[in-house]
Each structure stands twice: as structure tokens, then as C-alpha cells.
């Protein structure tokens, strides 16, 4: 398998279904990782993904996550070093409380396979 890296764009590439921006780097055939970027007052759409799992870590800003799935319903404060499991099935919505960006990394497995991936769903915000 060949190596692969790539170097953060100052641009984002695109925006993820929720509407957060998108910064592609590097992945493997069993996972794909992204900056996600939410501006300052900024709500993303709730959705739920359809075949992936991801792990989040928070790398600047303040807001919040909602996340819901049979049984279990929590709002946890997103802040800088916060790291965080979305499972597959889980509906979610974030939100940008913060005056700076909100920068996540995002590993996602197995990799990204495109817009159809995310549902939506009824969030609180």
C-alpha cells in the first residue's frame, strides 16, 4: 500500500451534509480523516450516517454536540483536547457557541463514500 499525506488547506475542499466546511487529509482503504469547520454562532444540520462510524477530537473553539441513539440522549460542551465517538446509528447536531472557529478532527471508518452517507434527522437546535 502506498503512503499517503496531505498538508491542511487554508480553503475548504467542500462542506459536509450538516453544512460544516471540509478539509480532506490523509486516509487509509479503513478510514478517512477531515478538518470540519463550524464559524462562530453557527448551528449544523442533525443527521445520522447510514454505514460509518467516527471519532472526533476537538482542536479549537467552543460549542456544543447533541447526541442521541436507543437509550442514551446527551448535550457534552465541544473544547479544545475533547475527543468523542460518533457510532454508527447515532443522531447528532453541533453547534458553534464559541467567537472563533470550531475546528474538529474527524477520523471516519470505514472511509467517507459521499453526500448520501447522511440522513436527516429532528435535532434540538
Known sequence: MPFSSKSLSAD?????PDGSEVRLLAGLPGASMAEFRLP????????TH???SEIWFVLAGHGRI???DTGQDEILA???GQSLSIPLGTQFQFR??????L????????PW???DEAMPVSGPW
Not at 475546528?103 to 470505514?110: A, D, Q
Request: aromatic share 6%; glycine share 12%.
Open 66 to 68: 447533541w447526541r442521541a
Open 103 to 110: 475546528r474538529i478532527l474527524g477520523v471516519t471508518m470505514p
Open 113 to 115: 463514500p459521499g453526500p
Open 12 to 16: 475548504p475542499e467542500g462542506f459536509a
Open 78 to 80: 465541544l473544547e479544545p
Open 96 to 101: 458553534n457557541d464559541g467567537a472563533e472557529p
Open 50 to 52: 447510514r454505514t460509518v
Open 40 to 47: 462562530p454562532g453557527a448551528v449544523a444540520a442533525a443527521v
